[in-house]
């Protein structure tokens, strides 16, 4: 009973917040959970009870003096960890930052993407959790999962990183990248592998046919989106021409049909 207790304690306190380990213990779970189970029933027996505990109480001091020697032996990665960790409290308030558990974040992420029909796959959630916590930027797309919009074009509105969004929204097949830089890279030449294969000097109003692109790249573009975009590729040198806006105007046709209408009157007159 020691050793599960000790085990159960551990998972809490440490290993669901530490992405690679809560990702191991994920990918064994059924072995783990039988392991516990067999210990649990072999505790019905008094002497291996009294074994239990006495391992338990021999794991505890071990894993402390581990700690203590990692801490010791890993200064730099610690100091490393601290600095980022001082970071991320200056940009992001200690009340607002994301629970430290992992499943926690994974179903925040969930839980949004099944919402608002995005087509993330576990495995790029995974990579997004695990992006967000050593990125403030991945961690910054999880908060704004958390809260509500009346349309996904809210979820749009951010200081940085609306492209992210909109290219998470937009394509039913995404590359997601635990790098921010690389990230950007890969949202800026999707956006212009399309945009370079169509003739933009022909939109100019919102009722463009925005439909033969979703069609033809499996997208999910609608007018907002696609300015986003546009506006995105634009800040980030490549331009591309829209069309020009036509007035309307009476043509020439008509005016024919009046100086007709004009002569025949006054013939008529005479």
């Known amino acids: ?151 996904i074009h809210q979820w749009y509105k951010a200081p940085i990183g609306g492209w992210l969004r909109v290219y998470l929204k937009v394509f039913d097949v995404q590359t997601v990248s635990s790098d921010m830089a690389q990230q950007k890279r890969i949202c800026i030449d999707s956006f212009d592998q399309i945009f370079r294969s169509i003739d933009l000097t022909a939109y100019n109003t919102p009722a463009w046919d925005i439909s033969r692109i979703n069609n033809t790249y499996m997208t999910n573009f609608d007018d907002i989106s696609f300015m986003m975009a546009y506006r995105f590729l634009e800040a980030n040198g490549h331009k591309y021409t829209l069309g020009e806006v036509e007035i309307l105007h009476t043509d020439d046709e008509l005016s024919n049909l009046k100086k007709k209408y004009d002569e025949s009157d006054g013939i008529g007159a005479h």
């Open 1 to 151: 009973m020691g050793i599960i207790i000790f085990f159960i304690i551990w998972y809490f306190a440490y290993a669901r917040n530490n992405p690679k380990i809560f990702d191991k213990l994920k990918k064994k779970k059924g072995l783990i959970i039988f392991i516990l189970i067999a210990l649990f029933f072999s505790n019905a027996s008094e002497g291996l009870l009294g074994l239990s505990f006495a391992l338990g109480a021999l794991f505890i001091p071990c894993y402390i003096f581990y700690k203590i020697a990692k801490a010791i032996s890993g200064s730099d990665e610690n100091a490393r960890k601290k600095e980022a960790k001082q970071v991320r409290n200056s940009t992001i308030p200690k009340s607002e930052q994301l629970p430290n558990a992992v499943p926690k974040r994974i179903k925040i992420v969930e839980k949004f993407n099944d919402k608002y029909n995005l087509t993330l796959t576990p495995s790029q959630i995974q990579t997004i959790v695990d992006a967000s916590y050593v990125s403030t930027d991945w961690e910054y797309l999880i908060l704004s999962m958390q809260k509500e919009y009346q349309t």
